[in-house]
């Protein structure tokens, strides 16, 4: 089974809208260290295509859809993300890769650590040596 989970945040609003407040210690299970947001990316591209050692995050798809295709070395999930109140939390060693983005997609990237290049695995072969070597259960 990949290492991954679906947040459900929690929803406010009334008939003005509705808002969504993430609170450190409250919605997630690190630190917020780095936030960044993509958009204007065609459907067919596939971004992401590594891994990390260390870092986690938490993907937040604000507008629109695209999908996650998450892989652990033995097993390839592909989760859909449009619904700005869920939140993918994607632990260390996890190759991810994203596409199918629809026109109108946001993805919002929150991170528990700063940018480290030394902390991306880029190349899928290493990646597989590199979880190869992992103890799970």
């Known amino acids: 089974m990949i290492d991954y989970c679906l947040l459900n945040f929690r929803v406010r609003g009334d008939h003005s ?26 459907r067919d591209i596939i971004r992401g ?6 870092l986690e995050q938490v993907v937040i ?23 700005p109140e869920q939140g993918l939390y994607i632990r260390n060693n996890i190759w991810r ?4 983005f629809s026109d109108d997609c ?15 695995i880029r190349d899928y072969e290493t990646f597989l040596k590199e979880v190869a070597t992992k103890d799970y259960c």
Do not use: Q
């Not at 809208?17 to 065609?42: M, N, Q, S």
């Not at 890769?97 to 199918?100: A, H, L």
């Not at 528990?112 to 030394?118: G, K, L, P, T």
């Open 17 to 42: 809208g509705k808002l969504v407040a993430l609170e450190k210690g409250e919605d997630f299970p690190f630190e917020i260290k780095r936030v960044y947001y993509i958009w204007a990316t065609d």
């Open 97 to 100: 890769e994203f596409t199918n």
């Open 61 to 83: 798809c604000t507008s629109g859809s695209c999908d996650f295709i998450l892989d652990n070395g033995r097993e390839r999930e592909t989760v859909h993300l449009d619904n």
């Open 49 to 54: 295509k590594h891994a990390h050692r260390a």
């Open 106 to 120: 946001v993805v919002m990237v929150l991170a528990s650590e700063h940018y480290d290049e030394s902390d991306y």
